[in-house]
């Protein structure tokens, strides 16, 4: 039978972050943050550091400067990665994920499978949400039915209409019957639309503006929200966790640029804030931060859509990798105190292997733009749309002289993440640059990016062999058949070509003097912002 695995201490230690010793910056009008202890920084539930001074205490409040804005907080709309600091405030997930890729009960209680078509799902009893409807087993099929729907632009749609149909034998069990067989399902209610459910009272009277005002059974209530701008979250004081939240109320306000959500660190005006290269962190370290280093396995990428030209020929993507100086672009903008991307996986990963991936050589970059430009009549062209990013607009314009250097005109255009996402699914743009990488639960992330038009596939084509490989993972049952995979994935990505890797990312969290107690975070390559604010606790 397959089934969820319980909830266990992460028992792999990490070393401590390793202090980088850069110029000093100024300590702006605030109080300098006393620095923490090495007994106070620990190895969280995720491998990740977490800050722990004291025991919690409840109250007070805390000020999150975020990455990226987000415009509705709607878990059945497109939110993608943006929305999950946001929306975790107000929604809890069905399950959570361990360091070692393993399910963890949160608001379900169990998921199991004698043939791994039809599971069984067993909530947990007495769970509301804020509004007093019950968190029940018709809640949760009126929320897949939605996001499963046509017309849907959730990211999880394709994984909701793998399920053929859902019965609800009582008001905590929902019975799963899938279209085929797929040992992953359980992984669908991990993290984003499927594993966030709304009130369906709130759904049905809200409709379309559900996602300004939502509702949900997480640790906090919203109190207010700008679409694409702040938000400020008070206590949920029925919340289903005992003992938690410890805070009141916490405001997330949206801070793009790094420089600037370092000087309002600085300058006591946030709390926290997440920093993604190792420059930063040092300059955050230095100016007298705490700095929480979290485990990730994602990079920076173009995703070019394989289904237009010119990005439908492989010499093309093969070209533009083989253009790239990856160290040199890693030495500019991550003063090459990180390791350069070098395929499909990223360095770090557990599972990364060598692969045939194109690698630098201008030669042969150049002489396969010209064969395709001899043949097509036009050398390639396009616009790639990028996040507001300090680190990824620097890597990029180093990226443009590379490419034209071998033949490849590209120009560029920031936008914000909800519109990236909607161009790349809808076939609009003809590239998008994104934070992208595979979580330890392999499998089912390979499925997500690179099965052909899937959920978060921003290059909406495929390659005959992966999609085979990994149409047949979806039962797979031993940990010998998924080691073999992953290998398979890596060597057929490989061949494939799908992205242009271009630079590793990170994720540190910098922490001011207020802050006793916080989490560290899941790896999650969708959740660079994201934790899990119900276990925070700042002086009060």
Same mark, same amino acid.
């Given at each position: 039978?397959?089934?969820?695995?319980?909830?266990?201490?992460?028992?792999?230690?990490?070393?401590?972050?390793?202090?980088?010793?850069?110029?000093?910056?100024?300590?702006?009008?605030?109080?300098?943050?006393?620095?923490?202890?090495?007994?106070?920084?620990?190895?969280?539930?995720?491998?990740?550091?977490?800050?722990?001074?004291?025991?919690?205490?409840?109250?007070?409040?805390?000020?999150?400067?975020?990455?990226?804005?987000?415009?509705?907080?709607?878990?059945?709309?497109s939110t993608g990665g943006a929305g999950l600091l946001l929306m975790s405030q107000v929604?809890d997930l069905l399950f959570t994920v361990d360091a070692k890729g393993l399910i963890v009960?949160?608001?379900?209680?169990?998921?199991? +499978?004698?043939?791994?078509?039809?599971?069984?799902?067993?909530?947990?009893?007495?769970?509301?949400?804020?509004?007093? @409807?019950?968190?029940?087993?018709?809640?949760?099929?009126?929320?897949?039915?939605?996001?499963?729907?046509?017309?849907?632009?959730?990211?999880?749609?394709?994984? &909701?209409?793998?399920?053929?149909?859902?019965?609800?034998?009582?008001?905590? *069990?929902?019975?799963?019957?899938?279209?085929?067989?797929?040992?992953?399902?359980?992984?669908?209610?991990?993290?984003?639309?499927?594993?966030?459910?709304?009130?369906?009272?709130?759904?049905?009277?809200?409709?379309?503006?559900?996602?300004?005002?939502?509702?949900?059974?997480?640790?906090?209530?919203?109190? +207010?929200? @700008?679409?694409? #701008?702040?938000?400020?979250?008070? %206590?949920?004081?029925?919340?289903?966790?005992?003992?938690?939240?410890?805070?009141?109320?916490?405001?997330?306000?949206?801070?793009?640029?790094?420089?600037?959500?370092?000087?309002?660190?600085?300058?006591?005006?946030?709390?926290?804030?997440?920093?993604?290269?190792?420059?930063?962190?040092?300059?955050?370290? +230095?100016?007298?931060?705490?700095?929480?280093?979290?485990?990730?396995?994602?990079?920076?990428?173009?995703?070019?859509?394989?289904?237009?030209?010119?990005?439908?020929?492989?010499?093309?993507?093969?070209?533009?990798?083989? &253009?790239?100086?990856?160290? /040199?672009?890693?030495?500019?903008?991550?003063?090459?105190?990180?390791?350069?991307?070098?395929?499909?996986?990223?360095?770090?990963?557990?599972?990364?292997?060598?692969?045939?991936?194109?690698?630098?050589?201008?030669?042969?970059?150049?002489?396969?733009?010209?064969?395709?430009?001899?043949?097509?009549?036009?050398?390639?062209?396009?616009?790639?749309?990028?996040?507001?990013?300090?680190?990824? *607009?620097?890597?990029?314009?180093?990226?443009?002289?590379?490419?034209?250097?071998?033949?490849?005109?590209?120009? +560029?255009?920031?936008?914000?993440?909800?519109?990236?996402?909607?161009? /790349?699914?809808?076939?609009?743009?003809?590239?998008?640059?994104?934070?992208?990488?595979?979580?330890?639960?392999?499998? %089912?992330?390979?499925?997500?990016?690179?099965?052909?038009?899937? #959920?978060?596939?921003?290059g909406r084509g495929g390659y005959t062999e992966m999609d085979a490989l990994l149409a /047949?993972?979806?039962?797979?049952?031993?940990?010998?058949? %998924?080691?073999? *995979?992953?290998?398979?994935?890596?060597?057929?990505?490989?061949?494939?070509?799908?992205?242009?890797?271009?630079?590793?990312?990170?994720?540190?969290?910098?922490?001011?003097?207020?802050?006793?107690?916080?989490?560290?975070?899941?790896?999650?390559? &969708?959740?660079?912002?994201?934790?899990?604010?119900?276990?925070?606790?700042?002086?009060?």
């Open positions: 039978m397959s089934s969820i695995s319980v909830r266990r201490p992460a028992i792999a230690a990490i070393a401590a972050f390793a202090a980088i010793t850069l110029a000093a910056c100024s300590s702006g009008s605030g109080t300098t943050p006393e620095k923490s202890t090495d007994d106070s920084i620990v190895t969280g539930f995720y491998n990740g550091q977490e800050l722990k001074i004291g025991e919690p205490t409840t109250g007070g409040e805390l000020r999150v400067g975020a990455t990226m804005p987000l415009a509705a907080m709607d878990p059945a709309g929604f009960p949160d608001l379900a209680e169990s998921i199991s +499978s004698d043939d791994n078509i039809t599971w069984t799902l067993k909530l947990r009893d007495g769970v509301n949400f804020s509004d007093g @409807t019950p968190l029940d087993s018709a809640a949760v099929v009126a929320h897949i039915t939605n996001v499963a729907r046509e017309g849907s632009t959730s990211l999880q749609a394709a994984d &909701a209409r793998t399920i053929d149909s859902m019965a609800t034998p009582d008001a905590s *069990t929902v019975v799963f019957t899938l279209t085929s067989a797929n040992s992953q399902f359980p992984l669908s209610f991990t993290d984003g639309s499927l594993s966030m459910i709304p009130s369906p009272t709130a759904v049905a009277a809200a409709g379309e503006n559900f996602g300004l005002a939502p509702v949900g059974a997480g640790p906090f209530l919203v109190e +207010s929200f @700008t679409p694409n #701008g702040d938000a400020r979250f008070v %206590r949920n004081p029925d919340y289903w966790v005992e003992g938690l939240p410890h805070l009141d109320a916490m405001t997330i306000s949206v801070v793009p640029e790094q420089s600037s959500r370092l000087a309002a660190l600085q300058s006591g005006d946030l709390d926290i804030s997440t920093f993604q290269t190792p420059v930063d962190a040092a300059k955050a370290e +230095s100016a007298g931060l705490t700095v929480l280093e979290q485990q990730w396995y994602s990079n920076w990428r173009l995703v070019p859509n394989t289904t237009m030209a010119p990005f439908d020929d492989i010499r093309v993507r093969q070209a533009m990798n083989m &253009a790239l100086d990856l160290d /040199a672009i890693n030495k500019v903008v991550n003063n090459g105190l990180s390791d350069a991307p070098n395929g499909f996986f990223t360095p770090n990963h557990p599972f990364a292997e060598e692969t045939e991936w194109p690698t630098k050589d201008v030669a042969a970059a150049k002489k396969l733009i010209a064969e395709y430009t001899d043949e097509t009549g036009s050398a390639p062209k396009f616009e790639v749309l990028t996040p507001q990013n300090d680190a990824v *607009t620097q890597a990029v314009a180093l990226m443009q002289q590379m490419f034209k250097d071998v033949g490849i005109e590209m120009t +560029s255009s920031v936008v914000t993440p909800s519109t990236l996402v909607v161009a /790349a699914l809808t076939g609009e743009s003809k590239a998008v640059v994104v934070e992208g990488g595979i979580a330890p639960e392999t499998l %089912r992330r390979a499925g997500q990016t690179l099965v052909t038009n899937a #959920g978060v596939n921003f /047949a993972s979806r039962d797979t049952k031993s940990e010998d058949e %998924r080691a073999t *995979t992953i290998s398979e994935i890596q060597q057929l990505a490989a061949e494939w070509v799908p992205i242009v890797p271009f630079l590793s990312s990170g994720v540190y969290r910098a922490v001011g003097a207020d802050v006793l107690g916080f989490p560290d975070g899941s790896s999650n390559p &969708a959740s660079v912002d994201h934790f899990e604010a119900k276990y925070v606790w700042v002086k009060k």
